[in-house]
C-alpha cells in the first residue's frame, strides 16, 4: 500500500451489548449514515454484521473506505463508502486553527478531536455526504454490507481521529508536519515530529457489542 493508505485488520466477531460508537465524532458519523438511510431494516442488519465479524480487512485513503463484507445469501462483496475530500482552502482554515489554539494541537496529539475544530470546516459528514458503493444486488443505500462497514469505520475513528483527517484528504504525519512548521511553542514542549513516538490507542474493545438477529 502506499502511504495514503491505511490498512486495518478484520474485527473478529465479538458478542456483548452496549453503545456501538464511544467519541462524540463517532457517533456523529454513525448519524450521518443513518439520517440518509431509506430503509432502516438494513441498517439493522448491517450492525448485525458488522458485530458479527463479517466485514473483511477496512482500507482507509482520501475520499474513500473500502472492504469486502461476507453475507450468508452470497458474496463476498465489495463495498466502499465515499466521503468528498477538504478543499484546500478549508485544510488552511482548519490548520490555522489548529496551529493557533494550543489546546487544539495537545488534543489531536492525544487522539481527541475539538468539537470546535471539526465544526469550523465540517469536518464530520452531514446528511448526503457519505456516497455508499457496493456490488450486491440491493438497491437500498446504504445497503446492509454498507452500513456495517459504517459501523465498523466508528470504531476506527473511536481509537484515532485521524482516520478521519485521511478520509479527508491529509495523512497524519502531513498533518502533523504542517502543524510543526506552523507551531513556534508547542504545547507542554511536545514537538509535533515526537507525535510519531507516541503508542496509537488499542482499537476499541468489542465485548460489548451484541449482534442485532438476522432477519
Do not use: K, N
Given at each position: ?6 490498512g486495518?485488520p478484520?474485527?473478529?466477531a465479538r ?8 467519541s462524540?465524532?463517532g ?5 450521518a ?7 432502516q ?9 458488522a458485530?458479527?465479524g463479517?466485514?473483511?480487512?477496512i ?8 472492504a ?21 482552502t478549508?485544510w ?7 496551529a ?21 470546516v ?29 459501523f465498523q ?8 481521529p485521524f482516520?478521519?483527517?485521511?478520509m479527508?484528504?491529509?495523512?497524519e ?12 511553542r508547542?504545547p ?12 496509537v490507542?488499542?482499537?476499541?474493545d ?8 438476522r432477519?
Amino acid at each position: 500500500m502506499t502511504e495514503r493508505v491505511r490498512g486495518f485488520p478484520a474485527f473478529p466477531a465479538r458478542p456483548g451489548r452496549g453503545p456501538f460508537a464511544r467519541s462524540w465524532w463517532g457517533r456523529a458519523w454513525l448519524q450521518a449514515m443513518e439520517d440518509t438511510a431509506l430503509d432502516q431494516r438494513q441498517l439493522r442488519r448491517g450492525r448485525g454484521y458488522a458485530v458479527a465479524g463479517l466485514v473483511g480487512p477496512i482500507a482507509v485513503s482520501p475520499g474513500r473506505i473500502a472492504a469486502t463484507v461476507d453475507d450468508t445469501g452470497g458474496g463476498p462483496y465489495r463495498t466502499a463508502l465515499r466521503l468528498a475530500e477538504l478543499s484546500t482552502t478549508d485544510w488552511e482554515l482548519l490548520l490555522g486553527r489548529a496551529a493557533d489554539r494550543a489546546a487544539h494541537l495537545a488534543a489531536l496529539l492525544d487522539r481527541d478531536l475539538p468539537p470546535e475544530l471539526a465544526d469550523d470546516v465540517g469536518l464530520l459528514p452531514g446528511i448526503g455526504d457519505l456516497d455508499p458503493e457496493c456490488d450486491c444486488p440491493g438497491w437500498e443505500l446504504p445497503c446492509r454490507h454498507a452500513a456495517a462497514l459504517s459501523f465498523q469505520v466508528s470504531w476506527l475513528l473511536d481509537a484515532d481521529p485521524f482516520v478521519l483527517l485521511l478520509m479527508r484528504g491529509r495523512t497524519e504525519r502531513e498533518v502533523l508536519d504542517e502543524l510543526g512548521r506552523r507551531t513556534s511553542r508547542p504545547p507542554e514542549g511536545m514537538l509535533a515530529a515526537d507525535a510519531y513516538a507516541r503508542p496509537v490507542p488499542p482499537l476499541p474493545d468489542l465485548a460489548e457489542f451484541t449482534p442485532v438477529p438476522r432477519r
